[in-house]
């Protein structure tokens, strides 16, 4: 068996490790004869496995108590339009929503937003190309906002916070609403800075088909009469995520992505790995201009990392060189080009490393 270093921005690697574990388990879990994917939702080997996971995200994050974590469906494009439809009815129509656009995620999420409020875009760093995050103190927030929307990792563009934004003073408190999608569990954060968070699991948790919401308690119970039931977040909570069948499969493999980063350290420990990785990749970009990243520095993202050659006709030489030597998933989105590299949790140093390698080796070649 051969294992490549993949780069893919998601659906991305997962632990070896899990991956094992999972294989071992796959025709009989725990002596129930069955694999997880045949088990009834509401049997007690499921929950198990169900409440094993919650507790372990809830611990792992530090979500306080009066958090609820949700374990839905759709993804985060579905969230884009689920969130509108669970928190605008908190205030009077039509009501008003902040928008901080910082990259192709948080555009997506203001267009879908637009069908459900009217869109206050707050600040933008589309004239810079999405290189950097408007400085907070240009953010031209509304007074009374039904919530405030930031995408904390921009997969596509590679920006990331490197703070938790506080909105409450110039909002009359409005919810903090994050898309964490790209960069869940790679850090610490501080889940109470924030109403919601949320994201698909095909990124850093696992496969996709998951979404993960964390909701605080009293935004609960105002979704508009047009949201589907299946999406009011009240709904979902009294239910245990199973007002109707949980992507049962996706949450397995999770909670043993929640187990292996406990045996790793944590979320704190996973944190120093990532800045390790990250700073081995932008070091060595920086360190050449036969490569550039172009991001401002105190907002490059330690999960995805857009990178150009400078001679671009070279780009399918290159990655052709780098598929031989097993690094995958190189290709940078249309949208932006070059390349990225995504060094989610489970991308190992390793990775990286072979990497830099790789990429001193072809522009000695080339250079
Ligand atoms: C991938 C991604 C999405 C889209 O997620 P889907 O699961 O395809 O709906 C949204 N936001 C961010 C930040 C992403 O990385």
């Known amino acids: 068996m ?17 991956l094992r574990q999972a294989a071992d388990e796959m025709l009989d879990w725990h002596g129930s004869g069955m694999s997880v994917m045949e088990m009834s939702h509401r049997g007690k080997e499921f929950i198990s496995i169900y409440e094993a996971a919650e507790r372990d995200l809830r611990e792992l994050l530090a ?55 009217t869109v206050n875009v707050a600040a933008s760093s589309e004239s810079r190309k999405f290189t950097a995050i ?5 953010w031209q927030l ?27 003073a110039q909002t ?22 924030y109403g919601v968070i949320y994201g698909g699991a095909q ?44 992507p049962t499969y996706a949450i397995y493999i999770a909670g043993l992505v929640f187990q292996w980063l406990k045996r790793q350290g944590g979320v704190a420990a996973m944190e120093q790995h990532n800045i390790a990785k990250a700073a081995l990749l932008y070091d060595y970009l920086d360190s050449t201009d036969f490569y550039s990243n172009r991001i401002e520095k105190d907002c490059r993202s330690r999960m995805n990392v857009p990178f150009f050659l400078k001679d671009e006709s070279l780009n399918d030489t290159f990655l052709a060189g780098a598929k031989e030597r097993g690094l995958l998933q190189l290709k940078g989105h249309k949208s932006v080009g070059g390349m990225r590299a995504s060094i989610y949790n489970a991308m190992p140093i390793d990775g990286v490393q072979s990497l830099v390698d790789y990429l001193k080796e072809f522009e000695k070649k080339h250079g």
């Open 63 to 117: 979500v306080p108590a009066n958090y609820k974590i949700l374990f839905m469906q759709g993804g985060a494009i579905a969230e884009n339009a689920i969130i509108p439809m669970n928190l605008v009815g908190r205030k009077s129509q039509p009501a008003v929503v902040d928008f901080i656009n910082t990259g192709s995620w948080s555009t997506k999420s203001i267009k879908e937003a637009k069908k459900y409020c």
């Open 172 to 193: 009359n408190h409005a919810p903090l609403v994050a898309d964490m999608s790209s960069h869940i569990l790679s850090r610490a954060i501080d889940v109470s800075k």
């Open 203 to 246: 990124k850093n948790i696992g496969p996709a088909g998951l979404t993960l919401v964390i909701v605080r308690d009293d935004l609960l119970g105002h979704a508009l009469p047009i949201c589907p039931s299946a999406f009011d977040w009240k709904l979902v909570a009294e239910n245990q995520s199973m007002y109707n069948t949980p």
């Open 2 to 18: 051969t294992r490549v270093y993949n780069f893919s921005a998601g659906p991305a690697v997962l632990p070896q490790e899990v």
């Open 134 to 138: 408007p400085p907070r103190e240009s």
């Open 142 to 168: 509304s007074a009374d906002p039904a919530y405030v929307h930031v995408c904390t990792n921009e997969t596509i563009d590679g920006v990331e916070f490197h703070y938790a934004p506080d909105v409450a």
